[in-house]
Nanobody
Framework: QVQLVESGGGQVQPGGSLRLSCAASGSSFSFSTMGWYRQAPGKQRELVASITRGYSATYADSVRGRFAISRNNAKTTVYLQMNSLKPEDTAAYYC???????WGQGTQVTVSS
């Protein structure tokens, strides 16, 4: 059974940075594509970035060039480095194991002055 635990959220001023982590337990991490999603109040959950087991990354247009997804298979952890944060990045961020369709509990990111 796969379990995902996110951490690293918080409040930051516009232009600031945060690094989210998602620690995974279970057997599928090493071969699963991992994704970071976000959901703002009143909006649908959207894909922010994903990374395959072969380290190929894709990004939403809204974050490309500002965010970077990475993974450490030995530590079964996926990261989301977020730079140049904007107020519109405010949301709950979730990681997902695409293979098992497992979600973490989410971590809140608030960008505000």
């Amino acid at each position: 059974q796969v379990q995902l635990v996110e951490s690293g959220g918080g409040q930051v001023q516009p232009g600031g940075s945060l690094r989210l982590s998602c620690a995974a337990s279970g057997s599928s991490f090493s071969f699963s594509t991992m994704g970071w999603y976000r959901q703002a109040p009143g909006k649908q959950r959207e894909l922010v970035a994903s990374i395959t087991r072969g380290y190929s990354a894709t990004y939403a247009d809204s974050v490309r060039g500002r965010f970077a997804i990475s993974r450490n298979n030995a530590k079964t952890t996926v990261y989301l480095q977020m730079n140049s944060l904007k107020p519109e990045d405010t949301a709950a961020y979730y990681c997902r194991d695409e293979w098992s369709d497992t979600w973490g509990q989410g971590t809140q990111v608030t960008v505000s002055s």
